[in-house]
């Protein structure tokens, strides 16, 4: 029981089918339930693939990913959909209404589930001041959102079920400071473990642990204080 939301590495290599190159090359590490932890790196350093391998979009080439202290193998696809909120990098969202959106993230959720969770993403009150409300149609036929009000919902949508690890795959890079340190605070009362790709200080700052990926590989590690103190590379981007 323990063990619900512990996420391990081990050994894991990983190039994209068909290619010849390994994006991800011996990464190995254990991140404890209840863990925030923050992923640094350029542009194509291997961040997304790093936690695309956590709701099992690919199985890595070599090595082992273990969710919850069980090999992913070992955990039916279902199962796994239930553990784990997914927020990938470009917000998916549908021609659809906001509510029928959100739903998508459990397909049972109440409307007082929904509104919750779009209290604790802040944007219930952009979905309030839309015309219908929860019923405004999104895309082609509908309104279109900001990208930060997008992110904000596919967020919403992951936190409806709950996950015991939730990914934010640069989910919130459109949010300012003030909105990001609301959402990550209600996201703490969740008590999830909480993966995040993030370009912001103030986001590293309140990680357990950081994680800089350069090249497929994990570079450094440890918490803001440790890598001011050891990593010239961390002092780098924390003054730039
Ligand atoms: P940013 O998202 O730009 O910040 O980069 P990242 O650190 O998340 O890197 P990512 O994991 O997206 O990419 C690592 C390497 O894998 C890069 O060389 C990409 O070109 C490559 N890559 C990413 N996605 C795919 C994919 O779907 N197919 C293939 N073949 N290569 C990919």
Redesign the pocket.
Known sequence: EQLKGAVTFEHVSFR?PG?SSY?LKDISFHVRPGETVAIL?S???????ILQLIPRLYDPTEGAVYVDGMNLKDIKMDDLRKRIGFTP?ESILFSGTVEENLAWGKSDASLSEMKAAAKDAQIHETITDLKDGYETKLGQKGINLSGGQKQRLSVARALIRKPNILILD?STSALDLQTESKVLDAIDEYKCTLFI?TQKLSTAKRADKIML?DDGKIIEEGTHDQLMNTSALYREIAYS
């Open positions: 994209y290619m994006v790196g542009t194509g350093a291997g961040k997304s693939s990098q640069d790709v990926i």
